[in-house]
């Protein structure tokens, strides 16, 4: 009897320790939903959401830090109440949640600024890490939601951030490490056990290679529903994952449609059903429109992201129309790389309406932070279209860092540990009042040196020989400009060499130096003349350049002379004239630039003994111009606006590569608020914008009329402005475009394309400019549509000559009509 009850409590205890187990491992596999700085528990989305003032038994908090709170709603339409609350961290601490062993997770942290007394939005400044991965790095919040806002044309005040790793062995720990004097903060946490296999290990890399997913942590960067609506979390059980649209994000809106079937949708086999909710493949951009120049032009999507990181791009297909194979063959470029080619989606599904994923890797050099993806026809198939149904973009780690601080955020010196900020802000405030103080002490002393030195000099000044005429204005960058009623004050501004005074780059040279270099500014170097002055050929350090001196009388003066310096200086691009310094000694306006040895690309279409353009180089020309003033209007924080593209603008250098020149009328475009820029009329006649002549009101579509006057120019090779010529063909822009309505623009092309350009190129290329030249700017395309336009324009021009037997692959006509291998055009 006594063994008998041995055995039943040893049973007993057996089950009640597997009960235990059992509990314990149900509780560590639930997800986790945490509403920082809360004191209660909230429903939102559907999930109860615990309050981190109270938590249970599976996370603890290592420091509480301080809360936050406001009673208004910031407006998000899923989170809202949700964002109410947050908790700050002016120290570290840490998140601890107790995973089972080797549970990979997903983590999504909510960051919601909110104002307080206590703390500037706008200070904080901190790292994340999870367990050993690195997942932020000098995360400013504030920053990034405004960078968001503005790549997007988006009102979003708030952010979130979703990342997956491997726990390993250990429990899951979130750490918030604030930077310096800045503090961490957090909103809301998620932490979602994923059971199935969500990601296949080892990934295919193009190229064939196999990479290793082990170890490795992600983040989310992008997660699209493609030609369908937004799904927010709630739409996705298993995740709780939400998909944007996809049209912030495509190269050109015109080249695709959407397609959609709302029924009998179902997973191409059951693991499938844990990667995207069917909502997903329901809709769909194929790549057939007809109102596209071409219509079979590649679907474009271009991506921000960060470089010297892999990226595991998945793609999300369901064939929703065809029932049958070889019906749909596409290709698949991945960073202008091929990933694959006669895909078939109908044939990988084995059906129609059978939605599964796949899955490309690749890796961004140091050089990039631009991912594109393309899909178009497959040449050997047809005109068959492409399809996509959703897009999902994961940054791999690097040595367990997934952070990428971003260049915009200056964080100063690491604070040496113990030191006590308010310690630190005090020494920084004397240093700052000795400065100062020191600072005025010398400003004061050197006016008084210079209000002698000037009343001493007055008399011999008076007497002087007045070298500019009236209104001639010269410039003093590095301090006030002289007045337009005292021409001769300037002579006692303070003259600094290129080392004091200036934060612009580039050199500053002297009078003497520039002398030098020109020989005296001897009239055989001459080798352009403008409405700014004359420029000449000089040599600097054994290098030749250009150096544009402006003169005296010239209808261009300091405000063009101060734009021009502005612009250059905030610009870098292969298609843009680099400034290397400038003169403003001694009365002069001189600016020194890159020598380009080909001259202007009108030199080569007219009016010289230059040899004659081959179609492809006019082309690349344009090509190279078009990227020029592209990255004009959307590189910078707000778009410049050229505002005097003509082709005496547009330079070449020894390669004939084309860069943009003259910024001197150049006007930043309008807020995103605003849709044009008020302002009087500039330009040169015969490439004005007539929408803009008549309103006064400037865009970026007014280069993008101006440049259609351009292609104009380079197919015709005539001025666009010639009196002498009948009454109909005085206007070039006119003229052609008559011409090219009628499917006729051959009747008015350069004799020297006479059997070098296709019937079809040319006809391409009339379209292309002939929509620059629409009356209404907002029929107009955009720069970056142009210059898709004429990279697929060259693309087929190359096919065409590969068919036909033209030329090799990879060769060009050169300027005399013969081919040759010397220059490949940049990689589009």
Known sequence: MASVRIMASNGILVVVIFSVLFTSAEAQARPLFINCGANAS??????????????????????????ISTSANNGDPVYGDLYKTARVFNTTSMYSFSMARGTFCMIRLHFCPLSSENFNVNGSLFDVKANNLKLVSKFDVVEEISWRNRKNSSKFSSLMKEFFLDTGLNNLSIQFIPNHEGFAFVSAIEVIPVLGKLFADPANRLGGNELSLTG????????????????????????????????????????????????????????????APLMVYESARVSSDSRVLERRFNMSWSFDVDPSFDYLIRLHFCEL????????????????????????VFEHAKGRNLAYHEDYVDYLSSQGDTLWLQLGSDPSSGDSDAILNGLEIFKLSQNDNLAHALSRIDTGIQEES????????????????????????????????????RRKKKKKINGQHNSNPPGWRPLFLHGAVESITNPQASKAAPKFNGSLGSNRPGKMFTFHEIKLATNNFNESLVIGV????????????????????AHPQSQQGLKEFETEIEMLSKLRHRHLVSMIGYCDE?????????????????????????????????LEICIGAARGLHYLHTGADRSIIHRDVKTTNILLDQNFVAKVADFGLSKAGPALDQTHVSTAVKGSFGYLDPEYFRREQLTQKSDVYSFGVVLFEVICARAVINPALPKEQVNLAEWALRWQRRKSLEAVVDRQLEGKCSADSLRKFGEIAEKCLADDCRSRPTMGEVLWHLESLLQSHEEHGVRVGLRPEGEEEDDSGLLSSHHKPEES
């Not at 920084?428 to 103080?437: D, E, K, N, P, Q």
């Not at 004359?534 to 001196?549: P, T």
């Open 586 to 618: 001694q009365n002069e306006m001189i600016l020194v630039y890159e020598y380009m040895a080909e001259g202007t690309l009108r030199s080569h279409l007219f009016g010289s003994d230059k040899p004659p353009l081959a179609w492809r180089r006019r």
């Open 216 to 275: 490795r942590g992600m983040e989310t960067m992008y997660r699209l529903n493609m030609g369908g609506p937004k799904l927010d979390s709630g739409k996705d059980p298993n995740l709780w994952t939400s998909w944007d649209t996809d049209e912030n994000y495509m190269f050109s809106l015109n080249t695709s449609s959407t397609v959609s079937n709302t029924s009998a949708i179902s997973y191409a086999s059951s693991n499938e059903s844990s990667f």
């Open 42 to 67: 909230t429903i939102v989305d559907g999930r109860k959401w615990t309050a981190d003032s109270v938590p249970p038994n599976n996370f603890t908090l290592s420091y509480p830090g301080q809360i």
């Open 321 to 344: 129309t065809y029932d049958i194979a070889n019906q749909r063959i596409f290709r698949i470029f991945i960073n202008k790389k091929t990933a694959a080619a006669n895909y078939d």
């Open 530 to 549: 403008g409405g700014f002055g004359k420029v000449f050929k000089g040599i600097v350090g054994g290098m030749a350049v250009a150096i544009k001196r």
């Open 418 to 453: 113990g030191k006590k900020p308010k310690i630190k802000s005090f020494w920084i405030a004397i240093s700052s009042s000795v400065g100062i103080l020191m600072l005025f002490m010398l400003s004061s002393t050197a006016f008084i040196f210079l209000h002698i030195r």
